[in-house]
């Protein structure tokens, strides 16, 4: 499974990075970045080359989806965690019940069997036992 995950890291990526380095050293003319409604009052603006700019918005995206994808990653371990623990203890409760029942067979097995009610009644109807 980590050779097949390692493959498909290898095979989504090496192109991707091709492409990034493929934009930065193709385009090197110089932008003024800055937010727009914000830009003249608030903050400053940046020159930069564009090469610059879009490899930094490529890592801060891929940051965001590592960390997003960290976040899923540890909710999914915290809920196998959860089912584990009732699995362990459901394990734990179905062994005393079968404790319990085992009890129960060896003392029900030396006592006398008590008739069910079907029976008693079935006894009652060919006269083998008498209400009065």
């Known amino acids: ?3 097949l995950s390692l493959l498909v890291f290898i095979l989504v990526s ?4 091709l492409l990034a380095v493929s934009f930065a050293l193709s385009n090197d003319q110089a932008v003024t970045l800055g937010l727009w409604p914000l830009t003249p009052d608030f903050l400053p603006k940046w020159e ?3 090469a610059v700019a879009g490899l930094t918005l490529l890592a801060v995206g891929f940051f965001a989806g590592a ?10 371990r915290f809920k196998l965690w959860q089912t584990e623990r009732k699995q362990a203890r459901l394990a734990k409760d179905l062994a005393v019940a079968e404790e319990a029942l085992g009890k129960l067979r060896e003392q029900t097995r030396f006592s ?4 069910t009610p079907a029976q008693s009644l079935d006894n ?3 006269g083998e036992i008498s209400i009065l």
Request: aromatic fraction near 12%.
């Open 67 to 76: 960390v997003y994808a960290g976040l899923w990653t540890q909710r999914l």
């Open 14 to 17: 090496l192109p991707f990075t």
């Open 1 to 3: 499974m980590r050779v």
């Open 112 to 115: 006398t069997p008590v008739a």
């Open 124 to 126: 009652l109807r060919r």
């Open 48 to 50: 930069t080359s564009l």
